[in-house]
Nanobody
Framework: QSQFVESGGGLVQPGGSLRLSCAVSGSILDAYTVGWFRQAPGEEHEGVSCMAISNGDTYYGDSVKGRFTISVDNAKNTVYLQMDSLKPEDTAVYYC?????????????????????WGQGTQVTVSS
């Protein structure tokens, strides 16, 4: 079972940028899909962006389209999330996950219980 170590979060002003990283134990090529999720205070986990490893197809939640970009470095077994034009409503703890079979939209919209425990993630705070 893969382990995930998210990093790169921090405090940023509205309109700023951050790049999150997620180191995945084992080979990322064993996964079918990778994805980023977030949980804002008092809210459920939300699928932010998911990518198919085989062909690079991507899915973005409506709230982040045009601002966030997901990418993968297969050689480093690392998933990235470039976040631009950040808004206060992007404030959340961000997590990454992989899956061996779900499609990109399915992975980003599946019930949160599907992934079990979420670990620590990385905190992103957008505030002036």
């Amino acid at each position: 079972q893969s382990q995930f170590v998210e990093s790169g979060g921090g405090l940023v002003q509205p309109g700023g940028s951050l790049r999150l990283s997620c180191a995945v134990s084992g080979s990322i090529l064993d996964a079918y899909t990778v994805g980023w999720f977030r949980q804002a205070p008092g809210e459920e986990h939300e699928g932010v962006s998911c990518m198919a490893i085989s062909n690079g197809d991507t899915y973005y939640g409506d709230s982040v389209k045009g601002r966030f970009t997901i990418s993968v470095d297969n050689a480093k077994n690392t998933v990235y999330l470039q976040m631009d034009s950040l808004k206060p409503e992007d404030t959340a703890v961000y997590y990454c996950r992989t899956d061996p079979s779900l499609g990109i939209q399915a992975m980003c919209t599946v019930a949160v219980e599907y992934f079990g425990s979420w670990g620590q993630g990385t905190q992103v705070t957008v505030s002036s």
